[in-house]
């Protein structure tokens, strides 16, 4: 017999009602604790506080459907079962599945709800949540540097440490695009990228040390899609390489260390990202923000070694052994005025040394045409920074509409920031020359049309095949693989909601309880078990490993996609089958 309207109302009137209060109950109390963590790391103030709840609670309600649902269920058909309507209704011919319609249909809304919210409206307000976390990333610097004296940045295949004695962020230092912190006892660190050691893993070899009383660090973003780039000015510090041979080392007034790139916090995560985003990743993993920023790395490395190589092959000229920094205002000429040896270039250095004990190596300055100094050197070291935007920007589909930058809006020609060290160095200062152990030139280049065009050339897939990189196969495998879990997560999170619900039913007309805490005790339990599948599967998915071996350019890759997607639907499948099993026991009574 098919179940009446009045009776369906009767049952899914009471099921709506104990849905939504658990939900909202649920998602209130979710919304606390997601705002707890931030809270004490980061010190919100009010306004912060006030916008993280708003923003978490639409994410929350949808995180709590199926629990809320799997409750209404448990908790509606254990009173009816308790009460003998359960009973009644078997009497006038009502099978259990009839009875059971009005969760059934309750479930299916929910499901589709939650696919609705997960796949367009979760992403849109976790992404605000975050945004507002790292609105000041100067005050989340500070905090970190408070509370742990250090604050670490990955930067492309490289790494940055800062270690500070007190960090403070003055009012009158920020700027619209620009954020600042004044660091008390600051050390900079950087390392070399990362060597495979003989035991397998990645040994991080530190390379410079940057040391001040004071330093001032900004952090900067051109426009909302350019990576946020780290530069700091130290006030009476000194700057040691590891290596003290042919390096810039000793006390100085001030110098500069950076700018670098830093990782966005808020662009890469899946978790802030449509279904129609997720979909143009698993297409095109190009246009990841991740993949995007090792490909930046990697070809301002490349115009960079580019660059010095040029200038090497200018010095080794058996005619005129010279070469010519053209900058803004004025021209440097770089010559060799006796023996020296081959230039080396080395871990984006280029070393020139004089073969006898004299000074061999001058650089002359020409402003419009009038020769201003003359420098005389017996080694010099010279570096170039690739300032600019290596590749274009993969612009985000979470990105704002008022936050998309013009398209006209430019960022300039590419340009060099050359250093040049003199070691062993006579400086003319005025009508008069003074010697010095280390003297730094710093001026600004125009990049070489052959060094630009590397950037047009060299696109992801140049460098997973050309360079293999572990750290690099390794996070272009873990997005793909981040990607095609969270769409099955948010699939299999959704259809849980209908499988809950029938196992809700189930469990209800077994126990017979209409008693809060026993519903609560009966059905948290396959809840958390789905849940726990689905967050394992995905951290499951996303633990890639690449194994490589020294002097090989062959990397094996250790891929757990498939059984991290096992275990994400693992859960659905157990609880359908618990669920199945239940009903079936019920028809045969």
Not at 322 to 337: C, I, K, M, N, P
Not at 421 to 428: P, S, T
Not at 439 to 467: C, E, G, I
Not at 511 to 528: C, E, I, M, R, T
């Amino acid at each position: 017999m098919r179940i009446s309207w009045t009776l369906f109302w009767y049952v899914f009137k009471d099921l709506l009602r104990i849905f939504v209060l658990t939900g909202l109950a649920l998602a209130g109390i979710m919304s606390f604790g997601g705002l707890l963590r931030p809270l004490t790391e980061n010190g919100l103030d009010g306004s912060q506080v006030g916008k993280m709840l708003a923003y978490l609670l639409p994410a929350m309600t949808t995180y709590s459907l199926p629990i809320a649902a799997l409750f209404a269920t448990t908790m509606v058909y254990g009173r009816l079962s308790a009460d003998n309507e359960l009973t009644a209704c078997r009497a006038a011919g009502i099978s259990y599945l009839a009875v059971s319609l009005p969760a059934l249909v309750l479930g299916l809304v929910a499901a589709l709800t939650s696919l609705l919210f997960l796949c367009f409206v979760v992403p849109v307000f976790t992404f605000k949540v975050e945004k507002v976390v790292y609105a000041n990333l100067a005050n989340l610097v500070a905090n970190k540097i408070e509370r742990t004296h250090q604050i670490k940045f990955p930067s492309g295949s490289k790494s940055i440490n800062i270690f500070a004695r007190k960090a403070v962020v003055p009012p009158d230092l920020q700027k619209p695009g620009e954020q600042a912190v004044v660091l008390m006892g600051p050390m900079f660190v950087t390392y070399e990228p990362p060597l495979e050691s003989d035991e397998g893993y990645l040994r991080y070899i530190p390379k410079d040390f940057y040391m001040a009383r004071q330093a001032t660090a900004y952090i900067r973003q051109r426009k909302p899609t350019s990576p946020v780039e780290l530069e700091a000015v130290l006030d009476g510090g000194v700057v040691i390489p590891r290596t003290l041979k042919g390096g810039q080392h000793g006390g100085i007034q001030q110098a500069h260390f950076g700018p670098i790139p830093l990782p966005s916090p808020l662009r890469e995560q899946s978790k802030f990202m449509n279904i129609t985003r997720l979909k143009q990743l698993q297409r095109d993993p190009g246009l990841s923000q991740r993949i995007n920023g090792y490909v930046q790395s990697f070809v301002r490395f490349d115009q960079e070694q580019a660059f010095l190589a040029t200038v090497a092959n200018g010095l080794r000229s058996a005619a005129t052994p010279q070469f010519t920094f053209q900058a803004e205002d004025s021209a440097f000429v770089l010559s060799a005025t006796g023996p020296i040896a081959p230039p080396v270039l080395k871990s984006g250095e280029l070393l020139v040394n004089s073969r006898s004990p004299g000074r061999n190596l001058r650089l002359e300055q020409y402003l419009h045409g009038q020769r201003v100094s003359v420098d005389e050197m017996h080694d010099l070291k010279i570096r170039a920074h690739a300032e600019g935007e290596a590749t274009a920007d993969a612009e985000p589909a979470d990105a704002e509409p008022d936050s998309r930058p013009d398209a006209d809006a430019g960022t300039g020609p590419p340009r060099l920031a050359v250093h040049l060290d003199l070691v062993d160095a006579l400086v003319q200062a005025g009508p008069n020359s003074a010697p010095h152990p280390n003297f730094p030139r710093d001026f600004t280049v125009a990049m070489p049309p052959a060094v630009t065009s590397l950037a047009r050339s060299n696109d992801f897939r140049y460098y997973k095949s050309h360079a293999p990189n572990p750290k690099f196969v390794e996070d272009f495998v873990k997005i793909i693989n981040d990607v095609v879990s969270e769409m099955h997560a948010r699939a299999s999170f959704a259809f849980s909601c209908f499988i809950l619900v029938v196992t809700g039913c189930a469990l209800g007309m077994m126990f017979k309880s209409g008693n809060f805490l026993s519903a609560f005790a009966v059905s948290v339990v396959p809840a958390l078990v789905s849940i726990t599948l689905i967050v394992t599967g995905q951290h499951t998915a996303t633990a890639v490993r690449v194994i490589s071996h020294l002097g090989s350019t062959n990397l094996k890759v250790i891929d757990p996609l498939h059984a991290g997607l096992a275990l994400i639907w693992s859960g659905n499948a157990a609880v359908l089958l618990i669920a199945l099993y239940l009903m079936r026991r019920l028809q045969r009574q």
